[in-house]
């Protein structure tokens, strides 16, 4: 026996007329396009159209690591391995050597990082005492090799010189006292953070 379309207890005329009217309105396809008019009219899109359009990195960003150079175009590095022995990742290697003519001084002579293991820390930069690393806005370094992100010292120097176009005096005309020692003094003023 099939089941009779019989109405409802609560279903009176009234309420048989409202549903016949929205029925034959498409009502529920009016609210759906609502929702989509809407949507239509106030649009403002969420993703990016990268690589055409790119997001503002904030202030504190970490990027690719960098050696700066002074005004003069001399290295910052003295080679003293300080950022080294800070990685937590191992990531840097120096070969330090003595600057010729003047033994108390020395220079990095090799420098490597391997970026494919690099955390992004940023403890090397904090290590520094010359402030010879920096770190960089630079992210678009994806490769097909990952041997092209074994970065040596000219690599480095020249993502330095691309993002640190300002570049500041050298240590010894800032500071008299400091090419005695070749190092920072504490009652000398400080680098502003």
């Not at 207890?9 to 609502?34: A, C, H, N, Q």
């Not at 108390?104 to 002579?109: D, Q, V």
């Not at 097909?144 to 050298?170: C, F, M, T, W």
Request: net charge positive.
């Amino acid at each position: 026996m099939m089941p009779s379309a019989l109405p409802t207890p609560r279903s009176t005329p009234l309420t048989r007329l409202r549903d016949w009217v929205k029925t034959i309105t498409f009502y529920e396809l009016l609210v759906g396009m609502k929702a989509t008019m809407t949507h239509f009219l106030n649009y403002r899109p969420i993703t990016l159209q990268y690589p055409h359009e790119k997001r503002t990195l904030p202030d504190s960003y970490r990027g690719m690591l960098a050696l700066l150079r002074y005004d003069d175009g001399t290295e910052k590095c003295v080679g003293c391995d300080l950022c080294e022995a800070a990685c937590p990742s191992r990531v840097i290697r120096v070969v330090s050597a003595e600057v010729p003519g003047e033994p108390t001084k020395r220079y990095s002579k090799e420098y490597y990082m391997d970026m494919t293991r690099c955390l992004f820390c940023g403890l090397c930069v904090d290590a520094c005492p010359v402030d010879a690393l920096g770190m960089t806005r630079e992210f678009e370094w994806a490769v097909y090799d990952k041997r092209d992100l074994h970065l040596n010292k000219q690599q480095l120097l020249a993502i330095g010189d691309r993002s640190y176009p300002v570049r500041e005096k050298r240590l010894e005309l800032q500071h008299p006292n400091v090419a005695f020692f070749n190092v920072a003094f504490q009652h000398l003023p400080q680098k502003p953070e």
